[in-house]
Nanobody, 126 residues
Framework: QVQLGESGGGLVQDGDSLRLSCAAS????????MGWFRQGPGKEREFVAI????????DYADSVKGRFTISRDNAKNTVYLQMNNLKPEDTAVYYC???????????????????WGQGTQVTVSS
């Protein structure tokens, strides 16, 4: 079992920055692909960014490319999402997620993630 806990959300203004963190329990963090997803009001949960187990491969949704950066620190069992130039349409609950501990490739689909955090609210005002 893996427990994930997000932090760093809040209320910011258009153009501001935030850094989200997700701390994971257990000894297998370094073997898992990690992802950030978000769910806006009245919307389905969508992929935002993913990073492979070693941290040398990432992918982003088109809507956040150039503004968001995902990274990880395997020594701290933590994955981060640096969000710059935030826009009102980025308002959502942000979730981190972990795949199985298989040192697998990048995965975009929600159903490929076995563990989810409780989410952290990000609100961007215009």
């Amino acid at each position: 079992q893996v427990q994930l806990g997000e932090s760093g959300g809040g209320l910011v203004q258009d153009g501001d920055s935030l850094r989200l963190s997700c701390a994971a329990s257990g000894r297998t963090f370094s073997r898992r692909t990690m992802g950030w997803f978000r769910q806006g009001p009245g919307k389905e949960r969508e992929f935002v960014a993913i990073i492979n187990w070693s941290g040398d491969s990432t992918d982003y949704a088109d809507s956040v490319k150039g503004r968001f950066t995902i990274s990880r620190d395997n020594a701290k069992n933590t994955v981060y999402l640096q969000m710059n130039n935030l826009k009102p349409e980025d308002t959502a609950v942000y979730y981190c997620a972990a795949t199985m501990a298989d040192r697998g490739p990048l995965r975009v689909r929600r159903d490929e993630y076995s563990y989810w955090g409780q989410g952290t609210q990000v609100t961007v005002s215009s």
